[in-house]
């Protein structure tokens, strides 16, 4: 099982980036998806997750500017991030888990580095 990660980069406050996970060994039908993220000398949270029927979950600090989607036929999530802050700045990886009420991940994707200047 792989999760590739990708999207990351170098924007401005107030910008847009789309991240994108593919995952292989056909997992992704059966899995809830997620994102987290990792700043410089803080642990590692969660931003959001989507089950496997498409029911979405936002941390506080990302609702109304990031938005989570899977593509069930490209084994794909992506997190469309809008609005971006400097404190978004952050490693963020992709995790799959299986079908349960928490988010419990089993598979993690290799990060990709989201940095926000200005």
């Known amino acids: 099982v792989q999760l590739q990660a990708s999207g990351g980069g170098l924007v401005q406050a107030g910008g847009s980036l789309s991240l994108s996970c593919t995952t292989s060994?056909?997992?992704?039908?059966?899995?809830?998806m997620g994102w987290y993220r990792q700043a410089p000398g803080k642990q590692r949270e969660l931003v959001a997750t989507i089950t496997v029927a498409g029911t979405t979950f936002l941390t506080d600090s990302v609702k109304g500017r990031f938005t989570i989607s899977r593509d069930n036929a490209k084994n794909t999530v992506y997190l469309q991030m809008n609005s971006l802050k400097r404190e978004d700045t952050a490693v963020y990886y992709c995790?799959?888990?299986?079908?349960?009420?928490?988010?419990?991940?089993?598979?993690w994707g290799q990060g990709t580095q989201v940095t926000v200047r200005g």
């Open positions: 995790a799959a888990a299986l079908r349960r009420a928490t988010f419990e991940p089993i598979h």
């Open positions: 060994g056909n997992i992704f039908s059966t899995s809830n």
